[in-house]
């Protein structure tokens, strides 16, 4: 009786040995960047309720799982989704009906768009572009309305420069914006020329003409949000961090997320409003597998290209200005002492070294020491040597844009002189404050690839591999670094490491597949890169077959 006991015993623990558990997805033969805290490489992984439910190599996943989905990789590398840790999706998404002016070469240029499109759609009132930047024509001088006024007297023209922080308007646009040369708004600056209002506004100035722009249909919000996205699955991106977001767009991609038509997750940065704040200190953080609010968006300046940045010294190329803060220090004192008493995040957008210098101080005064509230300053871009610490100090999260180094390069030394720019875009003097630095884009600043991030970061060069040896190559990030800066710290950065960021066990299954490794192809090459497939929760939502 006994032996018959333990022959039964031991019968069921073979059986029950030889079962492999099922799942929903099975991969093998592949080159599996982790990108984890230890940067694991293995070959394989399985899926299960859209969540990694074990990685490792072929012989354990494949003895110990099995799927009717099992799919070779055939040595392909994989990634963890990348993540955007600073975009402006609803803005870029939206933005796709407007007329691309990226890459002109001159004001002539955008005019010949311009009217290309007003021939295609001569219904429209506004007239709306996006992407000009005036240093990077013959004449870098800002352009004024003059041939506006002449071509396009009946229509409201809205031509936004690639940094978002300057606007080119016409007459009409001034006069239902009610700007003329006597106006002046704090924060904001409208530039003249011979006495006149030459169209362009910067910063604050932009609001009081895009307050006036008549409402999209929210039908065409949805096709405009799920064309954005799919551009974004197209190019490996599966999570970003939008930037400056109100509630009534929180709660469209919320819905659209619900309905399961949205299905990038998202990290929304709030836009500090007095209805936004009332609503949000009230509800608390929010979290959902898509959504996740508990951070607020302020500007502390404006941009570099159009003087906007807030500098200790006058610019070296226009010495009658140090550009402006867009708020007086005791708003922004006040923002940082109520969004620390509701336990958010606040996120700042600093470019100049006044901007980081002001900001970081106030961060120190209420952050006080060592802490893990995650506060950010987003884009660290010229920053005083003495200044740097402080984000060590208090970790304070850099977060940055690799690839605003490589299109600033040819003039931002014009702009900041040989002294300054020896500590602007100083990626490795942030990264070692904290051990961790966020990645991003900034689209549509930018191009919406990450790899092309990924490129800037590593070999400091531009899309034409210029210059020979990198900008500032000494501040030039690893592979590893890089890598890690897409993935698993921007995770970090949105409060979300746990869940995201790297393949490992328990995380959502999000993942990218590409056509050749970046972690080894020639910098020459890494632009060139194809994503083969993009997964979300272990769902396949971009294929390139």
């Not at 646009?173 to 708004?185: C, E, F, K, T, V």
């Amino acid at each position: 009786m006994r032996n018959n006991l333990l022959l039964l015993l031991l019968l069921v623990l073979s059986f029950s040995c030889s079962q492999k558990e099922e799942v929903d997805y099975l991969f093998y033969n592949g080159k599996v960047y982790q990108a984890n805290e230890e940067f694991k490489v293995t070959g394989a992984f399985a899926i299960k309720n859209s969540r990694f439910v074990a990685v490792g190599n072929d012989q354990d996943i494949l003895n110990h799982y099995e799927s009717a989905h099992t799919i070779d990789l055939a040595k392909a590398p994989v990634y963890p989704g990348f993540i955007d840790g600073h975009a402006h999706f609803y803005r870029y998404s939206l933005g796709l009906r407007d007329v691309d002016l990226g890459g002109t070469k001159s004001f002539n240029e955008i005019i010949e768009r311009l009217q290309k499109h007003a021939e295609e759609y001569p219904e429209e009132e506004w007239l709306l572009g996006r992407g000009w930047d005036q240093n990077d024509w013959d004449n870098n001088e800002f352009p004024d309305r003059d041939t506006l006024d002449l071509l396009f007297p009946n229509k409201v023209i809205m031509l936004t420069r690639v940094d978002g922080h300057a606007v080119l308007t016409n007459k009409k646009g001034l006069d239902l914006a009610g700007i003329n040369a006597q106006s002046r708004i704090p924060g904001g600056e409208i530039i003249l020329k011979n006495g006149k209002a030459s169209g362009v506004l910067i910063d604050n100035a932009i609001y009081a003409l895009s307050k006036e722009m008549p409402e999209i249909p929210l039908e065409r919000k949805k096709e405009l949000l799920l064309k954005g996205q799919a551009n974004c699955f197209e190019v490996g991106i599966t999570s970003l961090a939008d930037a400056g977001l109100d509630k009534d767009q929180i709660e469209l991609m919320s819905t659209m997320q619900k309905e399961r038509s949205l299905k990038m997750r998202t990290y929304a940065m709030i836009n500090p409003s007095e209805e936004n704040m009332n609503y949000y200190f009230g509800q608390g953080h929010i979290k959902t597998d898509q959504m996740h609010v508990r951070s607020f968006k302020i500007y502390g300046d404006g941009a570099l290209g159009s003087r906007g940045a807030c500098l200790v010294e006058p610019y070296t190329d226009m010495p009658t200005t140090n550009g402006f803060l867009l708020s007086d220090i005791g708003r922004f004192d006040s923002l940082a002492k109520i969004i620390l008493a509701k336990d958010f995040q606040m996120n700042t957008h600093c470019i100049g070294d006044s901007a980081n210098r002001v900001i970081t101080g106030i961060y120190g005064k209420y952050l006080k020491g060592k802490n893990d509230k995650r506060w950010r300053i987003e884009h660290a871009q010229v920053v005083k040597r003495s200044d740097i610490s402080k984000f060590g100090l208090y970790n304070i999260l850099p977060s940055v844009q690799p690839t605003h180094a490589t299109s600033d390069m040819y003039w931002a030394e014009e702009r900041l002189g040989k002294e300054r720019i020896e500590t602007a875009y100083a990626y490795q003097e942030l990264l070692k404050q904290n051990g961790k630095l966020i990645l991003g884009s900034d689209f549509p600043v930018e191009d919406i690839n990450p790899l092309f991030g990924f490129h800037a970061a590593v070999a400091r060069q531009d899309g034409n591999n210029y210059p020979d040896g990198g900008f500032q190559s000494e501040n030039a990030l690893s592979r590893e670094e890089a890598l890690k800066g897409m993935t698993l710290w921007a995770a970090y950065g949105q409060f979300e490491e746990a869940e995201k960021g790297s393949i490992e066990k328990g995380k959502f299954a999000d993942f990218v597949i590409l056509d050749q490794d970046i972690m080894e192809v020639e910098p020459g090459r890494m632009r060139r890169t194809q994503v083969m497939q993009t997964w979300i929760g272990g769902e396949k939502v971009y294929s390139a077959e």
